[in-house]
């Protein structure tokens, strides 16, 4: 029988990672079993690649249905990752010996329905939501998720991370006594309540698929087989060559669904191994972590030299006598907590005091730095890329664009086949997290142009792996991307910022779906101003979409059913408005209106001007938003220029006060000054109202009035003066013929003849009839 020794570690654990190498260098192993993914043991021999450079990770995922996946993350203190090399540079045989992803990723495994899709990382759910850091385990049947967590709370730790970092990653030396400790410590927690049945079968099934994998190398040909599994599994795995154990686990495996699965290694970072990522499995300190494994002697003057030097970079106080101070200090805090050499918790405090001064800011940039990191990962060129990689590479070539060449400037005529495909490819890589691609003003005339400038930056190959979780293509993984963004949307105006996203980036079938959720939200929605902030981008789209070749039918007819619901509902949300509130009501109605006018449809118009009349005869509405209201209708032409003096002479009238008026006079006027300049008499009227007011009064009104004519231009508010200034304080044009100025109006003719060409010749007929 050979000699078999189960290592239980921790994934990510440089602790853990010291002391198994020093158990494999005594141990000498010629066969290496391995907790992780059998679907990828031909992977296996590129971790001693020249070019591979961790962090990375394997992905197993089915070929038909890339979003059906699971990631394997590798930093270099990793244990597995530093099995794997011992093993490969000893000549040892690896093998994963994990249940294959085959079964785990086909239909139909584990009790009850079918197995839905989605990604995972190390055989676990990707978590949709981020969990905060030293969240304890919310129920006894989550021991198996965080079995140190349970050991934590005993000994006085806010969680197992800390815990564990405390007693075995930061410990100084190599303890090979450690995994006989863990087995015990891992023995006593299983005896706990099992978790929910679908974890149950799963782990069993997995343990089962190990246990086998123990007895076939052990009836093989080798001597020492050690097995490096998570602490969790070591009981389980200790009982391989139990009485009855091997017919139970035959049982066990027997009849599981298969499918066909692929793998490939991908770049990781550090960032993406953190457990701030959603990694169930992750570290709190990637960088810190890396630090240890590296310079395990003088990892605390590592640290902080490396903390000091940061900070320098960022023009920030960081003396050599304030890094020996930190030193001093974090040797201190280790000393009172009874702790061989300081640990993270000490070097952040010391920083804090010491480097930082108790400001957050800085301490915010060393530990996104020299925390958790920005480490990035490298894989060998020729090995396996994962699809939306090999998608990304495929719609380069086709479009001639190269992600590594210098950033410039890109500018796309849309009505080219090429240019418009590389808008949809630009577009779709923004959704997935790549924005290569920075979208800027184009010069010259017309729609049919966009400018872009691209740069690009290495690190975005990560997200381009991550994005394999949700398609197998750029273009599923974008639609996916954006589906999940609008099941998590609240407002109307979100989904219709997202469906303008989905045109640009050619993705009609993940539009569809994004319209009909929206257009049922918006029919239960009581928001008025939710769907007035939706329109004026979907109005857009209606109208300039065909440039991009878009079927924008769907959203016009959403825009013919938002508008009625908005104007049905806009005075009524309009009552009972603060300053603050009025300001942005009356931003959404002049957005609103330029949508309505943009579309040119006589119903809308009409529909929308309706409303506006509605608004503009209430009272007890805010009068910035009735003044803007009047304004727009008479822009329109809707009302003439004698009921618009009607109603500003009503507006400013005694009776109802000067502040309102004051506000209505703000809505009225508010970035545009041409309404005083040609309207006939407005001018006058409102000259008369200032001019009337007494003087606390006028001293009081006098900044509000003088911040609405601060939004008219410069041009505008001369011509006001100098319309004041003239006798009787008339517009130009606004007193009749006295008005106009022959000499002034005939320097324009020479330049009229040249644009509208020679006067025709007279008839004799017309000759006649003139005399």
């Known amino acids: ?113 079918e197995r839905p899709e989605g990604a995972s990382i190390d055989g676990e759910p990707v978590a949709e939501v981020a969990a905060e850091p030293g969240d304890p385990s919310p129920a006894p049947a989550a021991i198996r998720r965080d079995p140190l967590g349970e050991l934590a709370a005993a000994a006085g730790y806010p969680d197992g991370e800390r ?87 035959t049982a066990t495996l027997k009849g599981l669904p298969k499918t066909k699965v692929a793998a490939a290694w991908a770049p990781w970072s550090y960032e993406r191994l953190a457990t701030a990522s959603g990694y169930r499995a992750g570290v709190l300190s990637p960088e810190w972590y890396d630090t240890l494994w590296h310079h395990e002697e003088r990892v605390a003057a590592r640290w902080l030299a490396r903390a000091a030097a940061l900070l320098r970079e960022e023009d920030l106080d960081a003396s050599p006598a304030s ?68 998608d990304f590479e495929v719609q380069c070539k086709r479009l001639r664009l190269k992600p590594g060449a210098a950033a410039g400037d890109l500018v796309l005529d849309l009505r080219k086949e090429t240019d418009l495909a590389r808008s949809h490819f630009l577009n779709r890589l923004a959704l997935i997290g790549v924005p290569w691609g920075t979208r800027r003003e184009a010069r010259g005339r017309g729609t049919f142009k966009e400018a872009w400038f691209l740069a690009w930056q290495p690190d975005w190959v990560v997200e381009l792996v991550a994005a394999s979780a949700e398609g197998g293509t750029v273009a599923e993984a974008a639609a996916s991307r954006v589906r999940t963004r609008a099941r998590g949307a609240q407002r109307v105006a979100e989904l219709s910022g997202l469906i303008g996203t989905l045109l640009d980036a050619d993705l009609p079938e993940a539009t569809a779906r994004v319209v009909r959720a929206l257009d049922d939200r918006a029919a239960v929605s009581a928001d008025v101003f939710d769907l007035m902030d939706a329109l004026p981008a979907l109005a857009d789209l209606a109208r300039y979409g065909s ?45 609103v209106s330029g949508a309505v006018a943009l579309l040119e449809d006589p119903a809308l118009k009409e529909t929308w001007q309706e409303a506006l009349r509605a608004l503009a005869g209430q009272d007890h509405v805010h009068g910035r938003v009735v003044g803007r209201a009047v304004r727009l209708l008479f822009d329109e032409r809707a009302i ?74 410069p041009a505008e508010r001369r011509a006001v003066g100098e319309a004041l200034a003239r006798p009787g304080g008339t517009a130009p044009g606004a007193g009749g013929p006295e008005g106009f100025d022959a000499r002034r109006a005939a320097s324009v003719l020479p330049i009229l003849r040249l644009l509208l060409g020679p006067e025709p010749a007279e008839t004799s007929a017309e000759t006649g009839d003139a005399a």
Not at 233 to 246: E, I, N
Request: aromatic share 6%; glycine share 8%.
């Open 1 to 113: 029988m050979p000699d078999i020794r189960l290592f239980g570690i921790r994934h990510h654990g440089p602790g853990s990672a010291r002391s198994l190498r020093a158990a494999l260098a005594d141990f000498a192993p010629d066969c290496l079993l391995i907790e992780g993914p059998p679907d990828a043991d031909a992977l296996i021999p590129l971790v001693a690649h020249e070019a591979m450079a961790p962090p990375v990770a394997l992905l197993v995922y089915r070929p038909d249905r890339p979003r059906d996946c699971a990631f394997f993350p590798f930093a270099a203190f990793s244990p597995e990752w530093v099995a794997m090399r011992h093993g490969l540079s000893a000549g040892a045989t690896i093998r994963f010996i994990d249940l294959p992803h085959a079964i785990q990723l086909a239909d139909g495994f584990g009790p009850g329905s």
């Open 163 to 249: 815990w564990w970092d405390a007693l075995v990653e930061s410990r100084a030396g190599a303890d090979g006594d450690v995994f006989a400790a863990i087995g015990e410590a891992m023995g006593a927690l299983r005896e706990g309540p099992d978790p929910n049945p679908e974890d149950a079968f799963r782990e069993e099934a997995r343990e089962a698929h190990m246990r086998a994998a123990i007895r076939k190398a052990a009836k093989e040909e080798f001597s020492r087989i050690a097995v490096i599994c998570g602490a969790w599994h070591v009981p389980a795995l200790a009982r391989h060559d139990a009485k009855g154990q091997a017919s139970a686990d």
């Open 323 to 390: 890094v020996i101070e930190a030193a001093r200090l974090a040797e201190a805090l280790a000393a009172f907590r009874g702790r061989s050499r300081p640990s993270l918790d000490d070097l952040d405090e010391a920083v804090q005091a010491t480097l930082c001064f108790a400001d957050p800011a800085p301490m915010g940039l060393i530990r996104a730095k020299l925390v958790i990191g920005e480490r990035l990962g490298a894989t060998p060129p020729d090995s396996p890329g994962t699809p939306v990689e090999a």
């Open 547 to 591: 440039v991009r070749s878009s079927d924008t039918a769907p959203v016009l007819a959403l825009v013919r059913g938002l508008v009625p619901r908005a104007a049905a509902g806009l005075v009524a949300a309009c009552q009972s408005l603060d300053d603050d509130a009025a300001k942005a009501a009356k931003q959404r109605i002049v957005a």
């Open 640 to 713: 003439a220029a004698e009921e618009a003096g009607t109603r500003l002479r009503l507006a400013l009238s005694r009776a109802t006060g000067a502040v309102p008026a004051a506000a209505w006079i703000e809505g009225f006027l508010e970035e545009s000054g041409t309404v005083l300049i040609h309207g006939q008499g407005l001018l006058g009227i409102v000259d008369d109202w200032l001019s009337s007011l007494d003087e606390a009064l006028f001293t009081e009104l006098l900044p509000l009035v003088r911040r609405t004519f601060a939004t008219l231009a």
